[in-house]
């Protein structure tokens, strides 16, 4: 009896030590527990209104350390604003910021749709897409290869003349479909009957290589009153040193009572020379002058189309733009095509412009952005001719 007695003494010792090492176990457990959870913060994501968390992205990060800010989810058409404290709220913080943690955050996705712009070819293909958020972008320029012309843009699809906007106006809506206006070769015509003119006894085209281009366009159908006085690559020294003389000898030769126009085509070699907008209306004026005493109507062409990125693709650079030759056409119109410079501004690049026109370098399919198909020349020549009949 002894023996079961010590026996069973035992046993309730051993189960007392055990049930209080379990209370102090359970004890020394809360309390290292309650230390961990309280040393860390939870970030939580949600959407603008917190209907759904982004529980991908949500941080646990102890107490005091700095994080960066998660980026925003977002869909096609959409742009991030930030993270608002509140839902709905103003934005915090950009995504991606820098952040000190000392507390549970709840973080709400602030982003709107995005201002895009989209462009298409012709038949309604999309082509691009571009970002107008602020109001400031502008139509781009392109070279739509096979020797086809781009000429602008319009909200109107399959046109290929009459473009609403030019390559550099500015985009002007933040949404919206714009469509390429391409003239084709096989639109590009001779006139089917060639104008004449029957004010002026003798007509002067002087000019470079576009002049020349036309004078080999007109081959032996050039009228026997028309002289194209040209050189290539050349512009104003080469009229002051050499084709001024030859102007004004041919026109002291003809009878000084008839009528005579002159037709000047100068400028496209000239376009990025520093100090020609300067020299041109002087000599200009005195060309005039001296041609005064002959009966010669002077005019001036304007400079015609170029297509830079077509003279970039054939040139690896771009040596003209778009935006030169607006500017030099702005001067002759503004500053030489004056009752005090002489000369009577002959508009023909709004016209090629708005109805199309070819480059094809001699038609050799040599695109180069810079000279004209024979057709265009053609229809260059006509133009001419029918101004000079107004």
């Not at 781009?140 to 909200?155: A, E, T, Y």
């Not at 002289?227 to 080469?238: A, D, M, N, P, T």
């Amino acid at each position: 009896m002894k023996v079961n007695s010590d026996f069973g003494r035992r046993k309730g010792i051993c189960g007392l030590l055990l049930l209080l090492f379990a209370i102090l176990l359970i004890g020394d457990v809360h309390p290292v527990s309650a230390a961990s959870d309280s040393s860390y913060c939870y970030v939580r994501y949600y959407t603008r209104n917190g209907g759904r968390e982004y529980k991908e992205l949500r941080q646990k990060v102890r107490k005091g350390r700095t994080i960066t800010l998660r980026t925003i989810p977002t869909e096609t058409g959409q742009i991030s604003l930030g993270w608002a404290k509140t839902k709905g709220g103003k934005v915090w913080r950009k995504q991606s910021s820098r952040v000190k943690i000392t507390r549970n955050l709840n973080l709400y996705a602030i982003k709107k749709n995005r201002s895009v712009v989209v462009l298409c070819r012709e038949d309604g293909r999309a082509y691009r897409t571009v970002s107008n958020e602020k109001g400031t972008a502008v139509f781009p320029l392109l070279d739509v290869g096979n020797g086809d012309m781009f000429l602008g843009w319009s909200k109107t699809k399959n046109r290929s003349s009459n473009p609403e906007y030019y390559a550099g106006d500015r985009i002007p809506s933040k949404t919206g479909t714009y469509y390429m206006v391409v003239f084709r070769q096989s639109q590009d015509q001779a006139p089917a009957v060639r104008a004449t003119q029957n004010k002026f006894k003798r007509v002067y085209f002087v000019g470079d290589s576009r002049t020349y281009g036309m004078g080999v366009a007109l081959g032996r159908a050039k009228p026997s009153d028309t002289v194209l006085i040209c050189k290539r690559g050349e512009g104003l020294k080469w009229l002051q040193s050499t084709g001024f003389k030859q102007l004004y000898a041919d026109v002291r030769k003809q009878p000084k009572d008839i009528k005579k126009a002159v037709i000047v085509n100068m400028g496209a070699n000239d376009l990025w020379k520093n100090g020609m907008y300067s020299s041109y209306p002087e000599y200009m004026k005195k060309m005039a002058a001296k041609l005064k005493p002959y009966n010669c109507k002077m005019y001036y062409m304007s400079v015609n189309p170029v297509n830079s990125a077509m003279i970039k693709n054939y040139l690896g650079r771009v040596s003209r733009t778009e935006k030169q030759v607006r500017d030099f056409n702005r001067m002759i119109r503004t500053v030489i095509c004056t009752r005090k410079g002489g000369y009577t501004y002959m508009d023909i690049c709004s016209g090629l412009q708005k109805n199309g026109w070819i480059s094809s370098k001699n038609n050799t399919g040599t695109y180069d952005g810079v000279h004209y198909s024979n057709e265009t020349y053609l229809r260059i020549y006509d133009s001419c001719m029918e101004f000079l009949n107004k």
